[in-house]
């Protein structure tokens, strides 16, 4: 087993950055391949991103290519979410995600066991 813990949420304004970081406890994180996804009021919960095991492969919902990086130290026990020029659409409860299976389908909520608590972010405009 793995605890999560996410932090780094907050009230920012439009094209903002935010760096969101998901700590694990219980277990080296290195075991794990990790996921951030996201959910916003009377929405789906919606994939953001994952990030394999040893950080070699990575994976992100299409439309958040090129503004949103997961990254990982497995020495701290830690993988961060880089969010930049934010947008209010990107309002949410971001939960990270653990899992110690294969990484095949990483944009799969059911791929994984383990979650955080999520932290807020909220973008005004």
């Known amino acids: 087993q793995v605890q999560l813990v996410e932090s780094g949420g907050g009230l920012v304004q439009t094209g903002a950055s935010l760096r969101l970081a998901c700590a694990a406890s219980?277990?080296?994180?290195?075991?794990?391949?990790i996921a951030w996804f996201r959910q916003a009021p009377g929405k789906e919960r919606e994939f953001v991103a994952a990030?394999?095991?040893?950080?070699?492969?990575?994976n992100y919902a299409n439309s958040l290519k090129g503004r949103f990086a997961a990254s990982r130290d497995n020495t701290k026990n830690t993988v961060y979410l880089q969010m930049n020029t934010l947008k209010p659409e990107d309002t949410a409860v971001y939960y990270c995600?653990?899992?110690?299976?294969?990484?095949?389908?990483?944009?799969?909520?059911?791929?994984?066991?383990?979650w955080g608590q999520g932290t807020q972010v909220t973008v005004s405009s």
């Open positions: 995600a653990a899992s110690s299976s294969v990484f095949v389908a990483p944009a799969l909520a059911s791929s994984y066991d383990y």
């Open positions: 219980g277990r080296t994180l290195s075991g794990y391949h």
């Open positions: 990030i394999s095991r040893s950080g070699g492969g990575t």
